[in-house]
C-alpha cells in the first residue's frame, strides 16, 4: 500500500506520465534516505542521500560539518554510519552503512539532453517521506571532468545530497545547491564524481570539514556560477562582463559563447550577439539555447527563411524543443 501511494504521488508532480516508467522511479524513489545526525548544541543536522551501491550511501559532505556520530534514517529505522570516503572539495561524501536498500541504476551525463525531463527526489524541509518535484534539465557546465546540471526541478533545505532522475529512474546527479531567492538556479553536481569518489581513503571521524567549490568568494567560483545572479537580475553588463572573461579563458565552452551572446543581445549590439550565437553553436551543433535566440533575431529582422532553417534543426535535435520554439516566437524578443 506504501508503494503504491509514494507512486501516485510521485506521478502528481510529472506531467508526462506516458513517459515515465513508474516501477524504475519508483525503485529510485526507495533508493533515497535521510541522514541525521545531533550537533553540539543538541540541535538535529539532516540531509539527504542516495543508495549507489550494497551498504554505500552518497551525499554532500557539508551536511556532516556540525555532527560527531551521523546516521542513515527511513521512517522509524535507523543505521549507524561507519565510515566515509570525503571528497571536501566537490562537496561529495560516500559513506558506509549496514543498510537493507537497493541501490538507484546509475546514469551518465553523456547523454543529457536541454529540455529533458527530470525528477527530484529527496526530503526537503527535513520531512520523513521524500519529496518529489519534476522539471527539465536547463543546460550543463564541463567542470572538473564532470557535467554540472542546472534543472528547473526544485529543492529546498534538507534535500542536500538527494538524487536528480531522469524519467527511467537512473541516477543523474546530486541534488547540492541552489542561488538565493526566486527565481532560482538549481544545481546537481554529476554522478561521474563518484568513481573517483569511491578511490579516496576511508575516514572514521566526524564532523567533515572544508570549504567547497561553490562557496568560494564570488572571483574564485566558477563562471558558471558567476553569471547566474546577473543573469536572474538582468544586470547585462555585469553579465557581459563575466561572460568576456569566460570566453577568455575558456574559448571552447559553448555555454561561455551562449552567455557572452544573450547578454550582448540583451545589450542592443545583435551583431555581435549573433556572432557569439553562432560560435556557441560550432562548439555544440545541439546548443538549442543559442539555436533559439537565433531565432528570435532571425523573427526580429524578417528573415523567416533563417528561422524555418532553425526550427527544422531544433526539430531534428528534439520535437518537444521545436514546439517550445515556435512557442517563444509568439513572445519575440521579450523571451
Not at 5 to 14: G, R
Not at 163 to 181: A, M, R, S
Not at 316 to 327: C, M, R, S, V, Y
Request: glycine content about 8%.
Amino acid at each position: 500500500m506504501r508503494k503504491l501511494i509514494l507512486l501516485a504521488a510521485l506521478m502528481s508532480f510529472v506531467q508526462s506520465a506516458s513517459a515515465l516508467d513508474q516501477a524504475k522511479v519508483l525503485k529510485s524513489l526507495q533508493s533515497v534516505v535521510m541522514i541525521r545526525g545531533y550537533n553540539n548544541s543538541g540541535g538535529l543536522a539532516y540531509g539527504s542521500g542516495v543508495v549507489v551501491a550494497p551498504n554505500k550511501v552518497i551525499t554532500n559532505c557539508h551536511i556532516f560539518r556540525t555532527t560527531k556520530a551521523p546516521w542513515v534514517t527511513r521512517g522509524e529505522d535507523s543505521y549507524e554510519i561507519n565510515s566515509v570516503q570525503a571528497d571536501r572539495k566537490h562537496d561529495l561524501c560516500l559513506v558506509s552503512a549496514t543498510i537493507p536498500f537497493d541501490p538507484a541504476p546509475i546514469g551518465s551525463n553523456a547523454n543529457i539532453k536541454r529540455g529533458q525531463e527530470v525528477l527530484s527526489i529527496g526530503h526537503s524541509n527535513g520531512v520523513l517521506a521524500p519529496i518529489t518535484s519534476s522539471g527539465v534539465i536547463k543546460t550543463t557546465y564541463d567542470f572538473d571532468g564532470g557535467k554540472v546540471i542546472r534543472s528547473s526541478a526544485k529543492f529546498l533545505m534538507g534535500a542536500s545530497g538527494s538524487g536528480i532522475f531522469d524519467l527511467e529512474g537512473n541516477l543523474l546527479g546530486i541534488n547540492t545547491f541552489k542561488t538565493p531567492g526566486r527565481p532560482a538556479y538549481f544545481y546537481s553536481l554529476p554522478i561521474e564524481w563518484l568513481a573517483d569518489l569511491q578511490k579516496l581513503p576511508v575516514e572514521t571521524t566526524f564532523p567533515i570539514v572544508g570549504k567547497t567549490f561553490w562557496e568560494e568568494d564570488d572571483e574564485y567560483k566558477p563562471f558558471f556560477m558567476q553569471m547566474a545572479i546577473p543573469e536572474i537580475n538582468q544586470d547585462w553588463p555585469k553579465l557581459m562582463q563575466v561572460a568576456a572573461k569566460w570566453t577568455e579563458t575558456h574559448p571552447n565552452d559553448t555555454e561561455a559563447w551562449y552567455e557572452l551572446g544573450l547578454a550582448q543581445e540583451k545589450l542592443s549590439k545583435v551583431d555581435e550577439a549573433k556572432q557569439s550565437y553562432q560560435q556557441s553553436i560550432t562548439l555544440d551543433a545541439n546548443n538549442t539555447n543559442a539555436l533559439f535566440r537565433l531565432g528570435i533575431i532571425a523573427q526580429s529582422a524578417g528573415d523567416s527563411d533563417s528561422v524555418n532553417k532553425i526550427n527544422a534543426t531544433i526539430a531534428k535535435i528534439d520535437e518537444n524543443l521545436a514546439k517550445e520554439f515556435n512557442e517563444i516566437l509568439v513572445c519575440g524578443s521579450e523571451c
